[in-house]
């Protein structure tokens, strides 16, 4: 069949030029619908189908599903299209002009995970949809570096089928089997301020959380020794302290402190009830210290994720790519997919080191490996012959 999509480079040339970046910050927070339709246009020339699906309360945010063929089980290729923020003057080439050098190139999101794209349709390119005995489908999402808004929402319109999906997020073509869950938190705690020279003008935030983060720190004690999975670097989930704002000077009593937390809970840990559980622990201590608390989350938590290492998508990309499964330190939109009942990994080209980073690259050698370790796939899950 000729190909008729731009060439690789071209492709990952024109996403690296549409600006996509998605943050927890409005005023960084920018629309992906520019590379929804880009994407929407190269494969509709390929043959597929292509809906896209808006992100409601979200304007100029949007998913994309473009499907190719018909027929039961088949293959889902899935990424995001959002990049995260970047400091310019950090970079040294312009980080929306992508820069070829003879083994990389470079680029904003050239690695997480724009490219990933192109590398999908090019071995997408190689079939036709008469030739195929079930459906591949090429999925692009909206928001996964900030809400995960984009895999939720497709997660709770439950159309995707298949036998297994591929994310195509940076593990240096390594199959990843599991990522710890993420779940971020803000605990802020009100005291009353007063003259410093006599403790009982007030109520003293800064006592209380100090007792709030010896409860934490019982509490990651406990989990960390209820819970252990070897199949990680860090064996058991953590609790890291991360960030305490408190009081104005020295010579007042400290009228309110937040303390930021981020909590990492193994694959089978209960999201829900360790937060619960959390929320009753730091509300039974402060009102002990008469410090009314609120509790919030920076952004929905994003749930643990597992999938049989011997199941039959990591097993083929285990023997294509002869790498064995691993598990990652980083969350993704893995545990949506899998929600929806298919067999999903990640695993994609570049590494996760050059992820966020300035000078962001994606190495030639890793997408000419992946782009035939996706074509292998596609016809291990999708292809007639
Ligand atoms: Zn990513």
């Given at each position: 069949m000729t190909v008729k999509t731009p060439g690789f480079e071209s492709m990952l040339a024109g996403l690296v030029n549409l600006p996509s970046v998605s943050s927890t910050r409005a005023e960084l927070d920018q629309g992906n619908l520019n590379v929804i339709h880009t994407l929407a246009n190269w494969v509709g020339s390929l043959g597929f189908t292509t809906e896209v699906i808006p992100l409601p309360d979200k304007p100029g945010k949007g998913n994309l599903i473009a499907r190719l063929g018909s027929g039961d089980g088949g293959l889902v290729l899935a990424g995001h299209t959002d990049t995260v923020p970047f400091?310019?003057?950090?970079?040294?080439?312009?980080?929306?002009t992508l820069k070829a050098t003879d083994d990389a190139w470079f680029g904003l999101g050239a690695c997480d995970m724009k490219g990933f794209f192109p590398l999908a349709i090019e071995a997408a390119s190689a079939f036709r949809a008469e030739d195929l005995k079930a459906l591949l489908t090429i999925v692009a999402t909206s928001d996964e570096e900030s809400s995960m808004a984009g895999a939720r929402l497709l997660a709770e319109r439950s159309e995707l089928k298949a036998t297994g999906t591929i994310i195509?997020?940076?593990?240096?073509?390594t199959p990843v089997f599991a990522h710890k869950g993420i779940m971020m938190l803000s605990i802020h705690l009100q005291g009353s301020s007063g003259h410093?020279?006599?403790?009982?003008?007030g109520n003293n935030a800064l006592d209380a959380m100090y007792a709030v983060m010896g409860e934490l720190i019982a509490l990651r004690t406990e989990l960390a020794k209820a819970h252990r999975n070897p199949a990680f670097h860090v064996q058991v989930p953590t609790l890291n302290l991360g960030c305490l704002r408190a009081g104005d000077n020295?010579?007042?009593?400290?009228g309110h402190a937040e303390l930021q937390i981020d909590l990492r809970l193994l694959p089978g840990m209960d999201v829900e009830f360790i937060e619960a559980t959390l929320r009753e622990r730091v509300e039974r201590v402060a009102a002990e210290y008469g410090t009314p608390c609120t509790i919030t989350q920076f952004y929905p938590p994003i749930p643990p994720f597992a999938t049989d290492p011997n199941g039959e998508l990591v097993q083929c990309l285990t023997s294509l790519s002869a790498r064995a499964p691993c598990s990652v330190g980083f969350g993704t939109e893995g545990p949506f997919f899998q929600t929806l009942g298919m067999e999903t990994v990640i695993f994609g080209p570049?590494?996760?080191?050059?992820?966020?980073?300035?000078n962001e690259f994606l190495s030639r050698k890793q997408v000419a490996e992946g782009k035939e370790i996706l074509t292998r796939c596609i016809e291990r899950f999708c292809f007639r012959g």
């Open positions: 400091d310019a003057n950090l970079w040294q080439s312009d980080p929306l195509g997020e940076p593990t240096g073509l410093s020279s006599d403790p009982g003008l020295p010579n007042r009593i400290c570049g590494s996760i080191d050059q992820a966020h980073q300035p």
